[in-house]
T-cell receptor, first 118, second 114 residues
Framework: EAGVAQSPRYKIIEKRQSVAFWCNPI?????LYWYQQILGQGPKLLIQ????????DSQLPKDRFSAERLKGVDSTLKIQPAKLEDSAVYLC????????????????FGPGTRLTVL | SQQGEEDPQALSIQEGENATMNCSYK?????LQWYRQNSGRGLVHLIL?????REKHSGRLRVTLDTSKKSSSLLITASRAADTASYFC??????????????FGSGTRLSIRP
């Protein structure tokens, strides 16, 4: 079974530039997550999708970050414009939570995209 | 702010010894999970324990949960070099409909000395 795919693996940009990350979850997984992991810290949930709907984006800085999951499969996360403090690893994960579940299910993580903002 | 806080932040032990790390959290949870992250890689799920469970085993892993103290511990027995990694607890702080508040702790960095 193929795992969660992410691209690119590395990205270096100047501050105020834009950047986009792509994630393809495990086939059949209804729920997709984007996390930000700053060096030395645990992952912080940015946004959670269930199919193509958003169920939690309370920690997404909406003035600069946006995410979409068209057709309920793959997803893109965009930062525009980037700031120095956005330097981090961006992790995508997916799980099989059905539509009405309320508990945390096992998440399968991709390898992440390491973003460096200069 | 982080709900889960792991303790210790870093741990170095001899190969073959047991490693214990702890996680404390602040609010009521539905369940708690432990994940491992090797350097430069994504996280791998290790074990899930539900709020009505007190102990769970998986191979060399043993997890306990004390909801009265809002804490969990992860024990790795007979450690191996391959266990060198960061370990994170993740809690589901509950929610409504299909939303759950997922919060990861800050992690314990485990180093196994040969």
């Amino acid at each position: 079974e193929a795992g969660v795919a992410q691209s690119p693996r590395y990205k270096i940009i100047e501050k105020r530039q834009s950047v986009a990350f792509w994630c393809n979850p495990i086939s059949g997984h209804a729920t997709l997550y984007w996390y930000q992991q700053i060096l030395g810290q645990g992952p912080k949930l940015l946004i959670q999708f269930q199919n193509n709907g958003v169920v939690d984006d309370s920690q997404l800085p909406k003035d600069r970050f946006s995410a979409e999951r068209l057709k309920g499969v793959d997803s893109t996360l965009k930062i525009q414009p980037a700031k120095l403090e956005d330097s981090a690893v961006y992790l995508c994960a997916s799980s099989t939570i059905p539509g009405t579940a309320v508990t945390l299910d096992t998440q399968y993580f991709g390898p992440g995209t390491r973003l460096t903002v200069l | 702010s982080q709900q889960g806080e792991e303790d210790p932040q870093a741990l170095s032990i001899q190969e073959g010894e047991n490693a214990t790390m702890n996680c404390s959290y602040k609010t009521s949870i539905n369940n708690l999970q432990w994940y491992r992250q090797n350097s430069g890689r994504g996280l791998v799920h290790l074990i899930l324990i539900r709020s009505n469970e007190r102990e769970k085993h998986s191979g060399r892993l043993r997890v306990t949960l004390d909801t009265s103290k809002k804490s969990s511990s992860l024990l790795i027995t007979a450690s191996r070099a391959a266990d060198t990694a960061s370990y994170f607890c993740a809690t589901d702080a509950g929610g409504y409909s299909s939303a759950s508040k997922i919060i990861f702790g800050s992690g314990t960095r485990l180093s196994i000395r040969p």
